[in-house]
């Protein structure tokens, strides 16, 4: 057969020495011509010089064929193609601690002394980590940094029954336990069902090899791109670059074990839109993430403060508008010591009036989430990913919290705190995921079309008050909330002329820390003060008295009362009273008599 005809093999990979043969061979017939040298010399050759090299990756290692005359510009091309990279979309190394990296260049591998069998390491260009290597470039919160170095073990007493040595000795009756031990978990009162996110990465970075083969990984459910083994998606698809089946189940970790409100009067002036109007309501968390002492290497999302952003809200439904505000308000929270913590909602309907009851909607019979607030949590979760030294990304999970009012069980308020996993953000970002159209609070997952190939779900956190409330804004008057115009609560400076001319504390301190009277002297339309407030905020964040006295001789501070003077109620239909409250607006007249004889009725 080969006197007459040649054997071509076409491809990035041919057969290895020992006779097995490797994917992606196209073989291919073709007629010898007379003139042509026998083709048994030439197969006899290319034996001779084929090798197979091992390329260990993030993914895991594979097998390139290659020849020792082969240069290493095109042996570098073919590993693109072969694993689905860009030319320079990665980097490939003699050895695992990445060094003597290898070139794009005429050299051959023989050259190069790359001979068969031998061991390449590849790093993806833009991630400078290999599998348990610490990104040091990486900025963690402050709190992932403070629990990366607590010792985080549970330590125990002595047990007078069980434990028969010294007062210096353990045994396995006394012996500090991990942070992950799940029968400690299960049998703490409540229950935990989910280990903290810190104690799961002492149980990834344990054992004998310290973690140094440990990664964290984002999943992704979207086809790899630089695969040109074959036409793109519809027409062609392939192991190396097809997304991996997801299989759905419960996540053993939590990024966020409690959520907890400073006070109770932050909630209630947020539920005070529901009871007014009737209809629901959405706003932002602005606190700071603690330790959670109650669960071993827990993290606490504790709310000092909600912003509630432009938004069309009916009984049934909540619409988020555009919001210009939305940089400025980021920016005076960071100034205060906060953060976007997470997300609030209200699904609230009244049962009786009379006694202030609301129904009971969301258990095990109905739902906890609707499919719809899933992937609204997912979104925001991806909005604000939770950086991570030990991902390849930089990023992995997120912090942010979704925390809903509704009735419980007693037919009052209660609020509810979830995240959704890891997996269901993947599957939000990469918009797999869609709500029922007739039954929203049921949802599934898209089937492939030509324009995408598609490969519960959540979990709850406790939500609580504090025994002794906490204030991080201690004022006791109510500055109106931003965006309540449908109850006919503006913020101007009318309101604030009538704000400060009630407050009766001689603290000027007291009186200026509101965290939405803040936000209005900052993007009022009239004044804003810009970053001519920082010395007050850094007052209030400090709660230092003398600082804020220092802010109130500013020039900006007299122009504000003055405008407040001049927005009074009875500025311009008569003169401006003479007395004044403690901080230069005026204080309100009384009402005027009734011009009819006085009522007996109660009012």
Known sequence: CLNTEAVCFKGATLFSLTGRIETNIHVVLVRKKPTERPVTSDLLLMSFYLQIIRVQTPDGMRKIASTKRETAAAFLKKVATELGFSANGFSIYLNRNKTEEILSQNKTMS???????????????????????VMDT???????????????????????QLCHHGSLGKCVHCVPLEPFDEDYLNHLDPPVKHMSFHAYLR?????ADKGKFAALENISCKIKSGCEGHLPWPEGICTKCQPSALTLN????????????????TADRFLDFWRKTGSQRMGY??????????????????VAAIYEPPQNATQNSLELVEDPKAAAVDEIAAKLGLCKVGWIFTDLLSEDTRIGTVRFTRNHDSHYLSAEECITAGYFQNLHSNSCRLSRDGHFGSKFVTVVATGGPDNQVHFEGYQVSNQCMALVKDECLLPCKDAPELGFAKESCSEQYVPDVFYKITTTFPKDPQYTFCSTQRFPIEN???????????SLSTYLSQCTSTTFLDVVSDFHLLLFLVTNEVMPLGDSIGLLLDAVRTSNEDLAQTWKKSEQWATIEQLCSESAPWAGSRPAPRATGPWGAPRPRPPPPPCGPASTAPS
């Open 111 to 133: 050259l190069l002394k790359i001979k068969h069998g031998d061991m390449l390491y590849l790093v993806p260009t833009g991630s400078s980590s290999s599998p348990g290597e």
């Open 138 to 160: 990486i900025q963690e919160d402050e709190i992932d940094q403070y629990l990366t170095k607590q010792d985080g073990k549970i330590y125990r007493n002595k047990d007078p």
């Open 203 to 207: 149980k990834l970075t344990g054992g």
């Open 250 to 265: 419960r996540q053993k970790y939590r990024h966020v074990d409690n959520i907890m409100f400073e006070n109770h009067t």
């Open 285 to 302: 968390l602005y606190g700071r993430y603690t330790e959670h002492k109650d669960i071993p290497l827990g993290i606490r999302a504790e």
């Open 484 to 494: 309540r115009d449908i109850l006919g609560e503006t913020q101007d400076f009318k």
